[in-house]
């Protein structure tokens, strides 16, 4: 039997538009759950990791004596630092609250945000894109594309980068104060302020140094808290086999194969079948191919950390060494969705989910675990770990939108002539505006009952039609500046004529879709996220490309040289041990990410 905090009392009959509160023996459950119940010990573990995180601020504040301290952190650290940085920068909120979120709603096909949606890409940064982010000492990825195309692609991509930044560090900010609303029952908005000033007190002292060592940290906090909480759930369940039994009246209920929320690609044949509502070619395509290369090899998130590294050996190696853990992922956060959906259908359960309108809230599943699992103690370090995670999100993203708009907006356009401590001035002022910013978009993502699907909508307006620029400059030395800018506006245009002419099952025409009017429905938000990314990648490759063909080049090969694939000098790595050679290892990393793919099949 479970531990005891008993997430949700009583209650009143849940609305049935979901499938999933269809069951027969469906018991009713709140629209909000109840004030966790934290004892003295829980709020000072929880102090403790608060007085840490600011203190790793208050110690490196001496050392940001200028821009390249605070925005690159002097490029100094070492491979295994910016490795768990790597991986800490994307397991923010999206990731441990969305992911367990998918979990639920998805089932293992969630999966495949790791397997073919994380592993590929990394590996591909590790061999062909960080020599020429580290190798041209470019500051930023819009920085990168001024050097390889032109000012006004660098511009645009600050300007959409910018952006989505800011909407990705609200996201976590949005789950966050949901958080601290749900454990202290403070008002929403006010927890929205109290995360915001957290955030911004240590980014301001530290800079990108702070925030990566606070990743660090984050990461084994997360691993620490959240291995407890899976290691319970399957007990309750009776293990995998178990969990796969009491998943199967979910998929049937949800009108799918009983074993539908246990195989990542059986049911793949048609959207009709699996409950991403997406077919082999799109998650394929959409997610293993646009979004997660679009991702990982242009998010300037996860590049800054790589780029802090000492040496390019280290930067290439950072990567990989973090697809390690990332493989592992899914157990961690994954699994407590799928068990948490299996326990709420259980006519005999004194577990069960939120509602959120006529659906269940996806998004407070890891609160709702750790309140009924853990006892005094031990859910101090899993709150404390689900924290860690939000700020990190936010901190990631907050570190990464000051440098941009710093280097390539304001230094670029505004004031090209100011010092280097008036440049460190500015970048501080603008992790304020960054973190104002967030708090705006933190009120977007309240209208989505998972975060990840909005994430990954935003990520198909930024990243997919960058990735096709960034895939044709470096290895098509004929793409011109005009091609490259015009590809990424009619590309970025594309995502949002789909978005606007598609909306999700079940949803109403808005913020989600259908504001032009309803030309076709997909199954599920994560299926059109899907689709939108493919359409905004594929107009602005096939753009990129006939606007080349049409329009002469601007920069010759001598200036093309460190930024073009063929007319870059390969590094030599023969008398490296193997385990440093970037694509040894990374072939044997991507052979386990594919015996995964085959064992969940």
């Known amino acids: 039997m479970p531990l005891t905090r008993q997430a949700v009392r009583g209650g009143c009959q849940a609305a049935s ?28 573990i929880i102090g403790i990791y608060f007085a840490f995180v600011l203190g790793i601020g208050w110690v490196l504040r001496r050392q940001m004596t200028g821009t390249k301290d605070y925005l690159e952190s002097g490029r100094s650290l070492p491979a295994w630092i910016c490795a768990l940085g790597f991986i800490g920068a994307n397991l923010g909120a999206q990731e441990v609250m969305g992911m367990a979120a998918s979990g639920a709603k998805y089932g293992i096909m969630t999966s495949h945000f790791y397997w073919i949606g994380a592993i590929p890409a990394m590996i591909f940064v590790a061999i062909f894109m960080m020599p020429f982010y580290y190798g041209s000492k470019a500051r930023s990825v819009p920085e990168y594309l001024k050097l390889r195309f032109d000012e006004k692609t660098r511009g645009f991509n600050a300007l959409t980068f910018a952006g989505m930044t800011v909407m990705s560090s609200g996201i976590s900010m949005y789950a966050l104060a949901k958080l601290l609303n749900l454990i202290l029952g403070w008002n929403f908005h006010g927890c929205i302020i109290v995360s915001g000033l957290i955030v911004l007190a240590y980014i301001l002292m530290g800079g990108l140094t702070s925030a990566i060592y606070n990743e660090v940290l984050q990461f084994f906090l997360i691993v620490f808290g959240f ?8 007990k309750n369940v009776g293990g995998w086999e178990g969990l ?14 009983s074993d539908a929320w246990t195989h990542s690609w059986s049911f793949t044949g048609s959207p009709a079948t699996n409950p991403m509502g997406v077919e082999w070619f799109g998650l394929a395509m959409g997610l293993g191919f646009v979004l997660s290369f679009g991702y990982w090899c242009t998010d300037f998130l996860v590049i800054q950390r790589a780029m802090a590294a000492k040496d390019m050996g280290a930067a290439r190696r950072t990567p990989i060494l973090a697809a390690i853990p990332k493989m592992l992922f899914p157990a961690l956060v994954i699994a407590p969705g799928m068990i948490a959906i299996a326990m709420h259908s259980m006519a005999d359960s004194s577990f069960h989910l939120p509602a959120k309108g006529d659906s269940l809230d996806y998004d407070l599943v890891v609160p709702t675990m750790l309140s009924y699992y853990f006892p005094t103690g031990m859910l101090g370090i899993g709150l404390t770990a689900l924290m860690a995670s939000f700020m990190s999100g936010m901190a990631g993203n907050v570190t990464a939108f000051n440098t941009v708009f710093t280097y390539d907006i304001y230094q670029s356009y505004i004031k090209k002539d100011g010092s280097d401590r008036h440049y460190l001035n500015v970048g501080r002022w603008t992790t304020v505006f960054g973190i104002l910013f967030s708090m705006g ?57 789909h978005h606007g002419l598609s909306l999700p099952e079940k949803a109403v025409a808005g913020i989600k879709g259908g504001w032009l009017s309803i030309q076709h429905v997909y199954p599920s938000e994560m299926a059109q996220n899907f689709w939108t990314a493919i359409w905004a990648w594929s107009t602005c490759f096939v753009i990129t490309i006939l606007v080349s063909l049409a329009t002469k080049r601007t920069k ?28 040894v290892f990374g072939t044997v990393v991507l052979l386990c990410a594919v015996v995964l793919n085959i064992l969940f099949f």
């Open 441 to 497: 978009a933190a009120y977007f993502a309240a209208a989505f009952n998972n975060i990840m699907d909005v994430l990954q909508l935003v990520f198909a307006f930024v990243n997919a039609p960058l990735f096709a620029t960034f895939l044709l400059g470096m290895f098509w030395r004929r793409t011109t500046g005009h091609a490259a800018f015009s590809g990424l506006v009619l590309g970025t245009v594309a995502a949002a004529i």
């Open 227 to 234: 291995l407890p909480l899976v290691l319970l759930g399957l």
């Open 17 to 44: 538009a979901s499938p999933l509160q269809t069951l027969p023996t469906m018991p009713t459950i709140l629209a909000s759950i109840t004030t966790l119940e934290l004892k003295f010990v829980d709020y000072l």
């Open 556 to 583: 010759t090969d001598d200036e093309l040289r460190g930024l073009v694939y063929s007319l870059t000098e390969k590094i030599k790595e023969h008398d490296t041990a193997w385990w440093k050679r970037p694509a």
């Open 244 to 257: 796969k039994t009491k998943l199967m009246p979910v998929a049937e209920n949800a009108g799918f194969a």
